[in-house]
């Protein structure tokens, strides 16, 4: 029903759509807590403007467990997820993406514990085989032991995961399915307290469009993104996140019909109110849709389709 609105939805370019973030959340640092039967999460102390109060590693199951999205390679951080799971024997090191706050203490955590690493392949992996995209803020050591794809089942004593391949985020970004509590364990695709950046070349405006409607498909009961909160209801979130995203490309082609051509001034005119740190990684996001646009033929750049491009309608 949400989606066959979704789908007729033609927005006001000023409209703004609400998502049901919630900000709320709080937990203490470097202590696991349990959320969930199956579930313990461990805060990272490496609060910022895109990880909110920091990296929430997931530990799931009791005795022989799997450990999702690791953390910073951080000294402190370490020594919390050491001593977190003392007397846990860890089976399986998921990795939802390459990004440094997610994937860097994998490699820690496979010295002391001998689990194999999974995750799609290194960073850049859903652009090129060989993952060759560098650039910042990604993890360019991560190599996982066992590369996965969508679909797959990862099993384990107490769980038993279904990988989503979800690229848009980054290109090798894959989510894991908690089969026993019909959790989705979603990484930065879809996050309770804002939205996720979108960052060419590895990120893709078209890709992660195509992955939020993936989602949409599926009938999982609770999100467990890796920063904040749960996100219950996770369906009705994902429609609200993906109208949002059409209203932002309303907006830049509405700024391109009335002459704005440049990233920068359609920062300044659609991101009103954004914190100054954001802006960047705001600017990043103009620039994929605007790729997408391009590739649907509904845009044209005057020059190199990049941030200091000149665009225009076609
Ligand atoms: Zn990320």
């Not at 703004?16 to 640092?29: K, V």
């Not at 929430?56 to 467990?65: E, M, N, S, T, Y």
């Not at 090798?172 to 950046?197: P, Q, R």
């Not at 996100?231 to 932002?248: S, T």
Request: aromatic share 8%; hydrophobic share 40%; with cysteine.
């Amino acid at each position: 029903m949400f989606r066959a609105v979704l789908l007729t939805l033609r927005l006001p370019p000023r409209a703004e759509m609400s998502i049901p973030f919630d900000r709320n959340f709080d937990a203490p640092y470097e202590r696991p807590v349990e959320v969930a039967p199956r579930i313990r999460r461990l805060l990272t102390n490496n609060p910022g403007p895109f990880t909110f109060k920091g990296t929430g590693v997931a530990i799931v199951g009791r005795g022989k467990v799997a450990v999702i999205d690791p953390g910073p390679d951080d000294p402190a951080h370490r020594e919390a997820l050491r001593n977190a799971l003392r007397g846990e024997t860890v089976t399986h090191i998921l990795v939802t993406h390459t990004h440094r706050d997610h994937s860097p203490a994998a490699r820690a955590l496979k010295e002391w514990t001998g689990a194999p690493t999974y995750g799609f392949g290194p960073h850049g992996a859903g652009k090129a085989e060989e993952g060759i995209v560098v650039e910042e803020g990604g993890d360019m050591d991560f190599v996982p032991d066992i590369r996965v794809r969508n679909g797959d089942v990862i099993a384990g004593e107490d769980f038993t995961f279904e990988c989503v391949h979800t690229p848009g985020h980054t290109s090798n970004h894959i989510c894991y399915a908690l089969k026993e509590e019909k959790a989705l364990f979603c990484g930065d695709h879809v996050m309770g307290w804002s939205t996720t950046v979108v960052a060419p070349p590895d990120g893709d405006m078209g890709d992660y469009l195509a992955s939020l409607r993936k989602l949409l498909s599926r009938d999982d009961a609770v999100y467990w993104p890796t920063h904040g909160g749960p996100i219950h209801d996770p369906q009705a979130f994902v429609a609200a996140y993906l109208a949002h995203r059409l209203e932002r490309e309303a907006q830049i082609v509405a700024a391109l019909k009335d002459g704005v051509t440049d990233i920068l001034s359609m920062v300044e005119r659609i991101y009103i109110g954004l914190d100054p740190r954001l802006k960047p990684a705001a600017g990043l996001s103009v620039l994929a849709h605007l790729l997408l646009l391009i590739k649907q033929g509904r845009v044209a750049a005057e020059n190199a389709a990049g941030l200091s491009g000149r665009f225009s309608l076609t």
